[in-house]
């Protein structure tokens, strides 16, 4: 890292984990090689398939898993899994030990993900109604955070039942994994619930003035609350992300096309560092 690195920014790889990268044992690779070359973190999408030309598609978590046991300081995650779509039992269970095994590097992007890609959630029959799944996704963060706790989880809801279930060992961080919520930046709904936990991942950003305009809304909504928080953005390699930071950004993931992302172009973002890659110089 060198003096002009814009102050607060972390930064990260944000890679669709498609086609030449649908492979962990190459994507834990290259999150060791970034580790190395001092990115900060390595974020993963979360999808079952994805629209032409895209034909292969790796599981998020078995990749994670490969990514912490290749590396040892960098944060990592799936940015962001539709959580509605996943039994929230399970998740708790995935996240408390994909923690340990990373020595607590787990951060937990959540979001409704979307059905106009590839129909991923029509072509499964899983709920496509926007409205529903926000629902699901709340009352599952509920249960997340309970089962966190290590205390029993007592929750009943419209969606979800967890009947006394302790859910031993906890992560390693404290009080459990971060959390950040995606959304649009005009959203309330999405702001709310980012709110209520440890980060903001606006989505479709198409101007630093509406990270300020987010920050503005979060902390006005967590006026009462002190501990830190992230706002993450996601540009393309080559642009200027100090006027972000300025706005308030706390980390920069580097942003692929997924439908052309190739191990190559990772590769020479890598390599240009996380200063350079930004365009920050």
Known sequence: MTDDTPPRLRSALWLPIFDELADPVLVARIAAEAEEAGWHGV?????????????????????????????????FGPMVTPLARRRPAKVAKETATLDRLSGGRLTLGVGLGSDRFAAEFSATGEE????????????????????????PVHHR???HTVDGVTFLPRPVQRPGVPVWAAGFPG?????????????????????????????????????????????????????DVTPYVEAGATWWLAEFAPDSVTVDQVRGVLRDGPVAAAGSR
């Open 157 to 159: 809801g419209r969606h």
């Open 128 to 151: 496509v109604d926007d409205r529903l799944r926000g629902g699901l996704l709340d009352e599952s963060l509920e249960i997340l955070t309970a089962a966190w706790s290590g205390e």
């Open 43 to 75: 974020f993963v999408w979360d999808h079952l398939r994805w629209r032409a030309p895209v034909r292969q598609v790796a599981d998020p978590w078995i990749t994670l898993a490969a990514i912490a046991t290749a590396t040892e300081r960098l944060r």
């Open 187 to 239: 959203n309330v709904k999405p702001l709310r619930r980012a709110a209520r936990h440890d980060g903001f991942f606006p989505v479709n950003l198409d101007h630093p003035d509406q990270v300020a305009a987010v920050v503005a809304s979060i902390t006005e909504l967590r006026r009462d609350d002190t501990t830190p928080y992230d706002i993450a953005v996601a540009l393309p390699p080559g642009t």
